[in-house]
């Protein structure tokens, strides 16, 4: 079975643009977590998605954005980047979305950097 | 959310167990203990999780207190590719679902 997959890998962007993330999860998960990570607040829960609709979200503004699609697929968007934004930014998924065991599988992560 | 604690580095040497400490002292009964690593490089990767009982798996043990106020992660012979930061986490059986991560601790092994 395929990891969660994640796109692009690297991006590059200015302050004031927006940018927009894509995150396949593993097949058959219908859960997509997003997560931030950067050296000085660690890993940073962002938001979650459950059959296309937001279920849990973190404490982040609102030019933090996401969606999901049928296939599960999801995808993030920041606009008005920031120099702060820049970041490791993880998606997680997992095959339900409560329940008393379930693990989240993590991609490999989009390094933004903005400039 | 219920906060754990944690060794910010540790260091061992190949071949042998390695013990890592975890304290989450306002545990409360709902809360399950998971553990995750990440390796160089890598999105975190699922270790273990458990509740009041001691778990076992492929990859390693957890040994959590009677009063569920300390756990610890057992690698039982630590490789060079154990290298990683360990997070302990402690999640909500039900309601927010959302993993929150310490800072964890970085393992160092020699060879």
């Known amino acids: 079975k395929a990891g969660v997959t994640q796109t692009p890998r690297y991006l590059i962007k200015t302050r004031g643009q927006q940018v927009t993330l894509s995150c396949s999860p593993i097949?058959?998960?219908?859960?997509v977590s997003w997560y931030q990570q950067t050296p000085g607040q660690g890993l940073q829960f962002l938001f979650e998605?459950?059959?296309?609709?937001?279920?849990n979200k973190g404490n982040f503004p609102g030019r933090f954005s996401g969606r999901q699609f049928s296939n599960s697929r999801s995808e993030m968007n920041v606009s008005t980047l920031e120099l702060g934004d820049s970041a490791l930014y993880l998606c997680?998924?997992?095959?339900?979305?409560?329940?008393?065991?379930?693990?989240?599988?993590f991609g490999p992560g989009t390094r933004l950097t903005v400039t | 959310d219920a906060k754990t604690t944690q060794p910010n580095s540790m260091e061992s040497n190949e071949e042998e167990p390695v013990h890592l400490p975890c304290n989450h002292s306002?545990?409360?009964?709902?809360?399950?203990i998971h553990w995750y690593r990440q390796l160089p490089s890598q999105g975190p990767e699922y270790v273990i999780h458990?509740?009041?009982s001691n778990v076992n798996n492929r990859m390693a043990s957890l040994a959590i207190a009677e009063d569920r106020k300390s756990s610890t992660l057992i690698l039982h012979r630590a490789t060079l590719r154990d290298a990683a930061v360990y997070y302990c986490?402690?999640?909500?059986?039900?309601?927010?679902?959302?993993?929150?991560f310490g800072q964890g601790t970085r393992l160092t092994i020699n060879p």
């Open positions: 997680a998924s997992r095959t339900q979305i409560s329940g008393s065991a379930y693990e989240q599988y």
């Open positions: 097949s058959g998960h219908r859960s």
């Open positions: 998605y459950f059959s296309e609709t937001q279920r």
């Open positions: 306002t545990i409360s009964g709902t809360d399950y």
């Open positions: 458990g509740l009041t």
């Open positions: 986490i402690l999640r909500l059986i039900q309601g927010a679902q959302k993993l929150v």
